[in-house]
């Protein structure tokens, strides 16, 4: 059985996320980046920890504000939309928009991840790894920083406008996606 944390985001305090959570210091010392921060640091330093998908870690005491609960479980605990990513943030400008302009917003490099949770939830649809063609085959709009980018043969005018009055720029690169 897996521990998870359910926590909130350190970015939006009504967004939550999901980690697995280690609270045995033999466990964590199973991963060797961890097990030379234990002996750096200390045990009381590091365990318990929060770790992603990816084996970024911290430590995230029991007492901690952040933790919503934690949940034992074989498999990670899924979480809604509207739990995960801020919807129609006034201060949209990184993420994906929908062609009825719904936009979910992610950070640095949470695109894919956010896509994945789309086509989970709306499309009934887990493609992970191909996640960010769905969306753009339909119709859907994906924004940085740098601008944005979708398939003009898949948008409509009002999406283009909606990211226009937000002063988001077509990304010009996007043209390798038509």
């Known amino acids: 059985m897996t521990k998870w944390v359910i926590k909130r985001s350190p970015y939006d305090n009504n967004i939550f996320e999901v980690w697995e959570y280690i609270t045995d210091v033999e466990e964590a010392k199973k991963y060797w980046y961890i097990s030379q921060a234990i002996r750096k640091y200390g ?3 590091v365990v318990p920890l929060a770790m992603n998908n990816f084996g970024g870690y911290h430590w995230l005491p029991y007492d901690d504000p952040s933790i919503v609960c934690v949940v034992e479980s074989e ?3 899924t979480l809604k939309l509207f ?4 919807i129609n943030q006034s201060d949209f400008h990184y993420g994906w928009l929908s062609p009825d302009c ?5 950070h640095y ?4 991840q956010l896509a994945s949770d789309i086509c989970r939830e709306l499309y009934n649809n887990k493609v992970d790894a191909l996640a960010d063609e769905f969306l753009l085959n ?3 709009i994906k924004v940085a920083t740098d601008g944005w980018y979708g398939r003009w043969d898949k948008i409509n005018d009002k999406q283009v ?6 002063g988001i720029k077509f990304f010009l ?3 390798t996606y038509k």
């Open 102 to 106: 719904t936009s979910y917003t992610c």
């Open 83 to 86: 739990q995960q990513y801020a």
């Open 109 to 112: 490099m949470g695109h894919c």
């Open 75 to 77: 498999e990670e605990p």
């Open 138 to 140: 339909n119709g859907w």
């Open 161 to 166: 406008m909606f990211l226009d009055n937000k």
């Open 43 to 45: 045990e009381d330093k």
């Open 173 to 175: 690169e996007a043209e």
